[in-house]
C-alpha cells in the first residue's frame, strides 16, 4: 500500500513538473514571436554631390564634413534611422531618386518651384540669397544690364542656373556652366569670366578661406530662398518627409540647426528663412 501511495505521488509531481516545463518553453517562445514582430531601424539612402564645404564634402575615405553632414548626424542620433551617404554628380542627384537608388537628396539645395513639382521638399532648415559677383578691381559692371557682352559664370544645377539662363536672353550676355563652385570663382579671379552667379555663403565662405581674393556683390540680388531637403513622390516618401519634418523643426526650435549654420557659414542663417 505505502509503494502504491510514493508512486502515485511521484507521478503528480512528474505531471507537475512537465506542465511548469510546458509553461516555460510556450514563455520563451512568445518571446521569440514579439522579438521577431519588433520593427526594424529604419535605413535611409541619402544622396550628395560631396564636392565641397561648407555645403557638403565627402572624402574617398569615406568622411562626410559640411553642414549636412552634421545636420544628419544629428537627425540619425535623434531618429535611429541607419543612414547611408553616396555620392553622385551634381546634375545626377536627382536620378538617384527618380530611380529610387537613394531616398533623399541632401546637398543644400534651394527650393525651387520645378523641384517641389516633382519631389517632396521638406521644411526650410535656413535660408540663402543668390547673387553676382565681380573682381573688387572691376569697376564697369555695377548693374546686371552691365553684364551685356560679358561672360557670366554659373554652378550646374544651381538655383541661380534658371535665372541666370533666362537673363542672358533678356540682356545678351554668354553663360559658362562649372561642375564646381571654387572651380567658377578661381576662374573668375584668374580672368577667365567676368561674372559669377553663386550663393551668397557660397562667396563669403570662399572669400573666408582665400583671404587674398576678394569680390564685389552687385547691388542686385538674383533672388532669396529657403534651402530643404528631397524626397521622391511616392507613399514611402511622403511619410518619411513628415518623420523628417518632425526632427527638423526640433533642430531649428532647440537653435542646433543655428549653431551649425554659424559654425560653416559665419552667420545665423535660419534668421533668412522666408516664410
Not at 526650410?124 to 564697369?140: F, H, L, R
Not at 546686371?144 to 544651381?158: A, E, M, P, R
Not at 518627409?241 to 540647426?257: F, H, K, S
Request: proline share 1%; with cysteine.
Amino acid at each position: 500500500m505505502k509503494k502504491r501511495i510514493l508512486a502515485a505521488m511521484l507521478a503528480a509531481v512528474m505531471v507537475v513538473a512537465v506542465a511548469a516545463g510546458c509553461g516555460k518553453a510556450d514563455s520563451k517562445g512568445d518571446a521569440a514571436e514579439g522579438t521577431d514582430s519588433k520593427e526594424e531601424t529604419r535605413k535611409v539612402v541619402l544622396v550628395t554631390s560631396g564636392s565641397g564645404e561648407p555645403y557638403s564634402l565627402l572624402a574617398d575615405d569615406g568622411t562626410w564634413t559640411g553642414i549636412d553632414a552634421e545636420m544628419w548626424a544629428e537627425i540619425e542620433k535623434r531618429t535611429g534611422w541607419e543612414v547611408e551617404v553616396k555620392r553622385a554628380a551634381f546634375d545626377s542627384i536627382w536620378g538617384e531618386l527618380d530611380t529610387a537608388r537613394a531616398d533623399v537628396a541632401a546637398n543644400c539645395w534651394a527650393v525651387k518651384p520645378e523641384r517641389t513639382e516633382k519631389y517632396y521638399a521638406s521644411i526650410p532648415y535656413y535660408g540663402d540669397a543668390q547673387c553676382v559677383i565681380v573682381p573688387e578691381s572691376n569697376k564697369d559692371i555695377n548693374t546686371f544690364d552691365d553684364l551685356k557682352g560679358k561672360k557670366v559664370g554659373c554652378t550646374n544645377g544651381q538655383a541661380a542656373q534658371t535665372i541666370i539662363e533666362k537673363m542672358s536672353g533678356e540682356i545678351g550676355f554668354e553663360v559658362v556652366l562649372y561642375e564646381d563652385s571654387t572651380v567658377g570663382m578661381n576662374d573668375l579671379n584668374l580672368g577667365r569670366i567676368d561674372a559669377f552667379a553663386n550663393t551668397t555663403t557660397n562667396v563669403n565662405n570662399f572669400m573666408h578661406y582665400n583671404d587674398t581674393i576678394k569680390f564685389r556683390f552687385l547691388d542686385e540680388d538674383l533672388t532669396a530662398n529657403n534651402v530643404a531637403y528631397f524626397i521622391q513622390k511616392t507613399d514611402e516618401g511622403k511619410e518619411l518627409c513628415d518623420e523628417l519634418n518632425e526632427v527638423l523643426q526640433e533642430m531649428l526650435d532647440d537653435g542646433t540647426v543655428a549653431k551649425i549654420t554659424e559654425k560653416w557659414m559665419f552667420a545665423d542663417m535660419t534668421q533668412l528663412i522666408q516664410k
